[in-house]
């Protein structure tokens, strides 16, 4: 079974330039999840989508950031413009239902600096 | 709000040392708590976790998790670690309620052959 892909797994651009980040999440999960890693600290979630609807965006920073899940399955997290603070590496994941006892798989992340 | 936290940020130790990495949760209710593994250059893969039921978790590679209510902890042990343990590790956890998923900062562990 395929796992989380995402895709890019690196992105270097400058600041003020837009960019975008995309997930394949595993089949059948309904559940999506968008994650930013800072250096040296744990995952901190982005948003969360059931199905196509973002039922969990409340640190998202809706100013410069968006995402998308068209059709409940791939999703587009993006990024306008960026700034130097925003390099990190994004995760995606995806779940089943987390409350029944699923788990959560996680991507390999694409790893974005800005300069 | 729920946090989790990580005592340790570095841990370095010996093959066939044991281990244990302690994990604290600051929420009340219905807990669910995990952890996962990160190994250099590979994604986050889930070791182990608690839902319900006995409190030790047995999870992959020889891991193992106690919860302890009281305490507001589940940490991570085993009994003898080899080199290919050398990762990072975080504990996570979420509250019913929320089905919000928080991680503590991490804790890298570097196992000398």
């Known amino acids: 079974e395929a796992g989380v892909v995402q895709s890019p797994r690196y992105k270097i651009i400058e600041k003020k330039q837009p960019v975008a980040f995309w997930c394949n999440p595993i089949?059948?999960?309904?559940?999506l999840y968008w994650y930013r890693q800072n250096l040296g600290q744990g995952p901190e979630l982005l948003i969360r989508y059931e199905n196509e609807e973002a039922v969990d965006d409340s640190q998202l920073p809706k100013d410069r950031f968006s995402a998308e899940r068209l059709k409940g399955v791939d999703s587009t997290l993006k990024i306008q413009p960026a700034e130097l603070g925003d390099s990190a590496v994004y995760l995606c994941a995806s779940s089943l239902d987390l409350l029944a006892g699923d788990t959560q798989y996680f991507g390999p992340g694409t790893r974005l600096t800005v300069l | 709000a729920q946090s989790v936290s990580q005592h340790n940020h570095h841990v370095i130790l010996s093959e066939a040392a044991s281990l244990e990495l302690g994990c604290n949760y600051s929420?009340?209710?219905?807990?669910?708590l995990f952890w996962y593994v990160q190994y250099p250059g590979q994604h986050l893969q889930l070791l182990l976790k608690?839902?319900?039921?006995?409190?030790l978790v047995k999870g992959i590679k020889g891991f193992e998790a106690e919860f302890i209510k009281s305490k507001f902890s589940f940490n991570l042990r085993k009994p003898s670690v080899q080199w290919s343990d050398t990762a990072e590790y975080f504990c996570a956890g979420f509250k019913a309620a929320g089905n919000k998923l928080t991680f503590g900062g991490g804790t890298r562990v570097l196992v000398k052959p």
């Open positions: 089949s059948g999960h309904n559940t």
């Open positions: 929420y009340g209710g219905t807990v669910n």
């Open positions: 608690y839902f319900s039921g006995d409190p």
